[in-house]
């Protein structure tokens, strides 16, 4: 995996200078590397970079990771009986602006998928990372793939693009080697279902042959969504895991975006503070080499279909 850097003089109007140089880019991501862009393709004022970063790790007002709905324009995640409520219609406005400024953005330089994606949420993350006292399968410090315990993808992956908007400071990321190797690593030879199981008992032995625990009870949670869920609670927690594998240090500066998909590229937050994100859910047919996906990954290793 790797880091792909990106200057904006790189771009015509926002946009690759070839549907090549597009294509490329989405494979890239694809399999694993980050696409960072030392100076945001995403404007901010000085006036919203200055409300946002006064926004202080208290429980009294705007605090936690708070959540933007851009399908029904919603905010999340804060405590509306203290926080003041002219604080929030601001804070609303900014991550209503980021949220759109990166569908545009995106819509262009991630031309061949052709917007096939489902929008998911925006989070603000005004906390310092280093030394948070959260739950094990809570933690950002550890290195996992993402899977959302709420909302499974049904096979879609999760891209995720981010501004580090700390007027100073680096975000701090540890990243280690994509989906495909970790999950070889840990999956042993009788992985593949018997042949003719249903997708959910493929799902179900999947998840077994990996010893990843009792099946997490949703009726709307996909074979592969439920390997996903168990997959990043498996990593977490695995001791062997979070000590033995490959380590790449990457600290993206104040001022700077990298987007990522977090499904394939298992990451950890070390330190930082102010981080604005909006996340994406990219349908399987709109992937540029479908084959490098979790679900094909895990469909090939089970010999059945997951989803
Ligand atoms: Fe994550």
């Not at 280093?130 to 891209?159: E, M």
């Not at 400071?169 to 989906?179: A, G, K, M, Y």
């Not at 609670?233 to 990298?258: D, I, V």
Request: aromatic share 10%.
């Amino acid at each position: 995996m790797a880091l792909v850097t990106i200057s904006l003089d790189q771009l015509v109007d926002g946009k690759p200078a070839t549907p090549e140089h597009a294509r490329n880019w989405c494979a890239r991501l694809e399999s694993g590397d980050i696409l960072f862009f030392p100076q945001s393709p995403i404007p901010f004022t000085a006036d919203d970079l200055a409300f946002l970063r006064g926004q202080q790790q208290t429980d009294s007002s705007l605090h936690k990771n708070i959540a933007y709905k851009p399908n029904i324009d919603k905010l999340s995640g804060l405590d509306a009986k203290s926080a003041n409520p002219a604080d929030v219609e601001r804070l609303h406005a900014i991550m209503r602006g980021y949220s759109q400024h990166v569908v545009s953005f995106l819509t262009g330089f991630l031309a061949p998928y052709r917007a096939q994606w489902r929008l998911d949420y925006a989070s603000f993350r005004p906390l310092e990372e280093q030394n948070r006292d959260l739950p094990l399968r809570r933690r950002n410090d550890l290195l996992h793939t993402d899977a959302f315990p709420t909302r499974p993808t049904h096979g879609a992956r999760i891209l995720r693009f981010f501004n580090n908007v700390h007027p100073t400071r680096t975000r701090d990321w540890v990243v280690s080697d994509p989906f495909a190797q970790t999950v070889r690593q840990f999956a042993p030879a009788q992985i593949a279902p018997h042949p003719g199981t249903t997708t959910t008992r493929a799902g179900k032995s999947l998840a077994r042959a990996l010893g990843l625990g009792k099946a997490i009870p949703s009726i709307k949670r996909t074979p592969y969504d439920d390997f996903m869920m168990r997959f990043h609670n498996f990593l977490k927690e695995n001791e062997q895991y979070q000590s033995h594998t490959a380590r790449y240090p990457w600290q993206f500066p104040a001022g700077s975006s990298w987007m990522v998909y977090t499904d394939t590229v298992p990451h950890a937050v070390l330190a930082g503070q102010y981080a604005i994100e909006q996340t994406f859910l990219v349908e399987p047919q709109a992937l540029v080499q479908p084959e490098t996906s979790p679900l094909r990954i895990l469909e090939r290793l089970a010999g059945a279909p997951l989803i």
